[in-house]
């Protein structure tokens, strides 16, 4: 696609339940970021893939969150059992990896509203 | 590893004034800077980036920014502000070490009629 796509763009949920975040990086973008915006605040590094390398997860705040992606495609985060602190803004960015200089391109962010 | 320091939360500026919005790393070898404004509603979008050569670097929208190494400070500037300019700007750094993108806490940039 043209952008980084996120969906869905709004998700509430209930305390206690699982969510599952989709993020469809620029295809031939082979680096992936997820990062997560708590209101009034600045991104928080979550995970980092590249390529078919092990991921970076130095990011996740707990065992709780987990991420996954295949190849160079699309990635999902997965937290479970959602806390009220685990609202958010949830963005994915992307590059494509052949160069540590490059720019990251962002999507518009899933708004996860724990209740 | 690098962290970003945005002193300022929040600025804000009359229409047609200039602003500078300021960003500190930790560390200067070999860093690659970013500016990203988040317009309310929209993603991040690049503003502008230092790589190598001059350290004056202009980006869109009539703002620049300065590299500079001795004071490890690459603040963002603008001569004349316009109400379209209110944002979020974020300040980023990253190094040719490694591919991890280093984020400010983010300055909330209103400007006032």
């Known amino acids: 696609g043209a952008g980084v796509s996120q969906s869905p763009s709004n998700k509430v949920t209930e305390k206690g339940k699982d969510v599952e975040l989709r993020c469809d990086p620029i295809?031939?973008?082979?680096?992936l970021y997820w990062y997560r915006q708590r209101l009034g605040q600045g991104l928080e590094f979550l995970i980092y893939?590249?390529?078919?390398?092990?991921?970076?997860k130095s990011g996740l705040p707990s065992d709780r969150f987990s991420a996954e992606r295949t190849g160079e495609s699309v990635s999902t985060l997965t937290i479970q059992r959602t806390q009220q602190e685990d609202s958010a803004v949830y963005l994915c960015?992307?590059?494509?990896?052949?160069?540590?200089?490059?720019?990251?391109?962002f999507g518009s962010g899933t708004q996860l509203s724990v209740l | 590893a690098q962290s970003v320091t945005q002193l300022d939360s929040q600025v804000p500026v009359f229409e047609e004034a200039p602003v500078e919005l300021r960003c500190n790393y930790s560390s200067s070898v070999s860093v690659y800077l970013f500016w990203y404004v988040q317009y309310p509603n929209q993603g991040l979008q690049l503003l502008l980036k230092?790589?190598?050569?001059?350290?004056l670097v202009k980006g869109i929208n009539g703002f620049e920014a300065e590299f500079n190494k001795s004071q490890t400070s690459f603040h963002l500037r603008k001569p004349s502000v316009h109400i379209s300019d209110t944002a979020e700007y974020f300040c980023a750094v990253t190094q040719n070490t490694g591919n991890q993108f280093y984020f400010g806490t983010g300055t909330s940039l209103t400007v006032i009629p």
């Open positions: 893939f590249q390529g078919n390398s092990a991921p970076d």
């Open positions: 230092y790589l190598s050569g001059s350290t």
């Open positions: 960015a992307s590059r494509t990896g052949q160069a540590t200089n490059e720019k990251l391109f």
């Open positions: 295809s031939g973008h082979t680096a």
